[in-house]
């Protein structure tokens, strides 16, 4: 992923179970807990979250990981 996500964009990635869909809400450059799992999130290594257009639930997902969905 070569082009910098912002706070809105609409992103895909792929899980166990295929591909899903979703909107980026926060961009972690810091070391943060998300339901009980650690983020080792840092301005070197950011890491975005992301809500699932499936299931409304929030992940952090790792640049290389998402892909922007162009409109």
Known sequence: ???KLKKG???KWN???GETTG????KLTSST???????AASKENPEYLVESDKTGKQA???PDALEKIEE
Do not use: L, P, R, Y
């Open 23 to 26: 909107e980026v809400k926060e």
């Open 9 to 11: 964009d609409q992103v």
């Open 60 to 62: 952090a997902h790792k």
């Open 33 to 39: 807990e998300i339901k009980g799992h650690h983020v």
């Open 1 to 3: 992923m070569t082009e």
């Open 15 to 17: 899980t166990s179970q």
